[in-house]
């Protein structure tokens, strides 16, 4: 499609490397923006020029922040004795939704795949092994692994047990099981065979 | 949902009001650009910033443009006489791309719908009557009124007709008929009425 303006062949160009978003999802969102007052357009460039400048990563659980350290790793109220494994922030940010949970998290930044290239040295596992073993923010009693079931979470998580278990502290997964409000008819097999096998006391 | 950072939340606020872009797809977009080289986003918001510096509209036809008159209004090598009137900017695009037009243009920029609270002031009407009266650029001779079959868009080419017929030009409109590839017996009944009263020679 031939477009009247550089300007906006431009602007579609760039918007069409977002994510599912194609060239005429670009043509409209650029043709949008041209309608909007200049103020709130000027708004969204501004606020994504930030984020190449005033993200942060948290030093500690490597989480998005504004500041060199995250709000949950900073605030007293949290169990700072259990350190949460994750894949990535939209992990953390699916897990506080809930909540549920009052410890602190640790994000890797991925999962073991060496067909994508991704190795150990790759993920933020030697900063957790360094929070476990020095403690870092306190004595840490019990690392939670959140990691997705799939070959490479589950690589992931036997690589990272196999690391902590010397270390002398408690390594736990999150249950596998049936879905709150899912029929077990159309459950699959591997679901329904583990959610028998680590069946609970019933309340 | 709570983000980790002020600067992400900022960022999925801005980007959750393009048109279809929800929070959750906003969030993916801003999480996908925190992935990219720096660079990269950079150029994003400077794209977008630029739609609100560098984009002009043709003080002629009134469509986007890089400079004060749009490439077509420029072109020695298109029809002077022949003025299209469309809606919007989209419409001169779609009619670009068929290759079967070598005349100008004339935008609109939307069409007469009270309900909407869009009057004759609000669309470059004037600037259309100036054309045709004055000649701008050239002679006009025809004017082709290409707007939507929808109530508002036949009030507006009503209302134009009207105008333009005393002016001694010749006004036309697009053909409408049933679709290349269409089955007859699939076309609605006004579509399918108004292509046998408009039938044309064959070859």
């Not at 005033?54 to 995250?70: A, E, F, N, P, Q």
Request: charge should be negative.
């Amino acid at each position: 499609m031939e477009l009247p303006s550089n300007t906006l062949a431009n602007a579609v160009e760039n918007l069409s490397n977002l994510p599912g978003v194609g060239k005429r999802s670009a043509l409209r969102f650029a043709l949008h923006l041209l309608k909007q007052p200049p103020e709130e357009v000027q708004q969204l460039a501004t606020a994504i020029h930030r984020l190449t400048t005033d993200i942060h990563y948290c030093h500690l659980c490597h989480c998005l922040s504004d500041s060199d350290t995250c709000p949950i790793c900073a605030s007293p109220k949290r169990t700072q004795s259990i350190i949460c494994v994750v894949e990535n922030v939209q992990d953390v940010m699916a897990i506080e939704n809930t909540q549920q949970y009052r410890g602190l998290y640790h994000v890797l930044g991925g999962v073991i795949s060496p067909i994508d290239g991704i190795g150990i040295r790759d993920l933020h596992i030697d900063t957790l092994l360094t929070r476990v073993q020095q403690g870092l923010p306190a004595a840490v009693e019990e690392v939670i692994l959140a990691l997705p079931t799939t070959m490479e979470g589950d690589t992931t998580a036997f690589y990272l047990n196999k690391q902590l278990a010397p270390l002398g502290v408690k390594v736990t997964t999150i249950a596998r099981g049936i879905a709150v409000g899912d029929n077990l008819e159309y459950a699959d097999e591997i679901t329904l065979g583990r959610s028998i096998l680590n069946r609970i006391p019933f309340a």
